[in-house]
């Protein structure tokens, strides 16, 4: 068996009296792309916070390609070859778009910025790559933040609601991009409410509840799942 | 290109100017041109550290301080030429910050800007009582010398050397590295700048000008006592300048000093007692009119870079 790129067991997290990740555990194979779903507020984002180190967990391990991350700093985490997107935009509003990219990278400047012209190409923000990032509409912002994790070339990725504001347009090429990075190698984890997006991305989905694993399987079973069901509609 | 051609131009014959200055200029001229060259030093070494990343200090004076003791300590009880004195005092001063950066670095938003006054007042105390070595509170006097035209050189090579500085961690990836932490230091960590260790590097950058400048200032006025370089008004001044000037660029520092100080200047000889009321009332416009300061307006208006 190969070792799994991620591979979390029984992780906790709690603040004050609310549980947001319940001893969760999950393992993630190279090359896939995997789906987290669940009611707002079941910690989804808490899980992703755990991963790389902007939260500090309460317990429970945590392997990146079988070494041991948990308890490390968040930078550390991310030169282990983890990538993250923030569900509330994170980009570095007062740099440039190009400048953005740039500054996540090291070594040769000029390879780096051939790179991160062909990134902003990509998502259609070449002609605005001197613009201030805070200063880019929503959808433009998210993209933006989706390509500088590609930047660093992480072999796990971790995207939290990236299609929400995207244009549907761009969406589908966001979404092709995903699939291409798959075919690279690339692991992804993908929080995301649109279950159309989860439905035709995913091979993999793990359902939250109260920050409980309560499923875990393909899209389509999922789906029938009993206890998903109920998560999300109640009894 | 051209433009860039003119600016050096410019900025050559600003310096060849200064250069010459001292052969013809009055004792009063020489001393306030000195004095300029001290505010740029050490607004230019606060942008480092605050404009740059963000973590704004409020005890920046205490590596002036330190640096006019170690300074005025190594001439008067060891005997040493000013100018090796003076870059003593910037290596003392960039030690100090190197003991104190580490815990104080840790602290977000408010709780490091009052970490940075303390330390400034634990440093004055402390001065105060060790009498053996800085005369304690009755001061320290330095041998009689003057030097004040060497001085200038000496403090005009620092201001120089800083913005030049300055201008090379603007324009560098480093510097970017930097300005993420400003921006969002959560995000800078998950993208794998380690944060930690580029705040240490412009602190540490930010020490060593005001040590050189207090360890000049220390041999220049020949007499130094707690209260004369730990005072926290000069911390204050070096913000306002740089607020004023525009902070997070280049020549933003170098405006607010040379604008404000001859402002102060101006008024303090006409309007003795309306100057610390002008003062607060600059910092006050500044804060609710421009917080950007004139270049930084002039930045974002225009699309300017940084080393405006
Ligand atoms: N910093 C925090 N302090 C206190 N409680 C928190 C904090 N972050 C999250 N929580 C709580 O933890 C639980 C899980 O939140 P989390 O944001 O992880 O959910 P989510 O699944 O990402 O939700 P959504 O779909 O709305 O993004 C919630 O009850 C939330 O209120
Ligand atoms: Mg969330």
Redesign the pocket.
Known sequence: MTTPVLEIERLRKR??G?I?VDDVSLRLEAGRIYGLI??????????FNCITGV?RRDGGRVRVSGERVDGLRPWEIAQKGVGRTF?VIRVFPELSALENLLVVTRGHLGGARTRALELLRFVKLEGLRDEYAGNLSYGQQKLLEFVRVLMRDPTLILLD?PAAGVNRTLLNDLLDAVRQLRDRGKTILL?E?DMKVVMGLCETVFV?DH?EKIAEGAPGIIQTDERVIEAYFGR | MTRRRAALAALAAVVAVLAAYPAFASGYGVRATLQVFMWIVLASSWNLISGLTGYVSFGHVAFFGAGAYAGAILVAKAGWPWLPAALAGGVAAVLLALVIGYPCLRLRGPYFAIAMLGLNEVLRALVSYFEGLTGGGNGLSLPTLDATIPIYYAMGASAAMVTLVTHAIITSRFGLRLMTIREDEVAAEAMGIDTGRHKLYAFLLSAAGPGIAGALTARDQGYIEPISVFPLATTITMIVMVLFGGKGTVWGPVLGAVVLFVAQEVVWTRYPYVHPLLFGAIIVAVVLLMPRGVLGILQIRYRLPRTI
């Open positions: 603040f004050g609310v947001a669940g009611p707002n507020g079941s910690g989804k984002t808490t899980l939260e569900q609601e929080v409410h939250l920050g």
